[in-house]
């Protein structure tokens, strides 16, 4: 079991920065494979990005590679997505979420879920 809460949403404007944070307790934190997911109205839920437990490997979706980055502190217990290059179409609902036993890319694998922070681009 994992509890996670998730911080730093907001309103930037198209080409800002936000860096979103979530500390998680329960579980030891290095066991699980973490990520952010994102979902938008009207549109699928996506995951954004993942790290593996050592912090050596990660995933990101087309739409964000090259501008977003994630990077977990297992000391801290805590996974971060440091967002620039902000665009409209980034604007929705961030989930910090993990799984257990296993890494898989996308979103039906992480099985836990904080309460999620909104993110808006706009001019």
């Known amino acids: 079991q994992v509890q996670l809460v998730e911080s730093g949403g907001g309103v930037v404007q198209p080409g800002g920065s936000l860096r979103l944070a979530c500390p998680a307790s329960g579980r030891p934190f290095s066991t699980y494979t973490l990520g952010w997911l994102r979902q938008a109205p009207g549109k699928a839920r996506e995951l954004v990005a993942a790290i593996v437990w050592s912090g050596g490997s990660t995933y990101y979706s087309d739409s964000v590679k090259g501008r977003f980055t994630i990077t977990r502190d297992n000391a801290k217990n805590t996974v971060y997505l440091q967002m620039n290059s902000l665009k409209p179409e980034d604007t929705a609902d961030y989930y910090c979420?993990?799984?257990?036993?296993?890494?898989?890319?996308?979103?039906?694998?992480?099985?836990?879920w904080g309460q999620g922070t909104q993110v808006t681009v706009s001019p």
């Open positions: 979420a993990a799984q257990s036993g296993g890494t898989y890319y996308a979103p039906q694998y992480f099985g836990y």
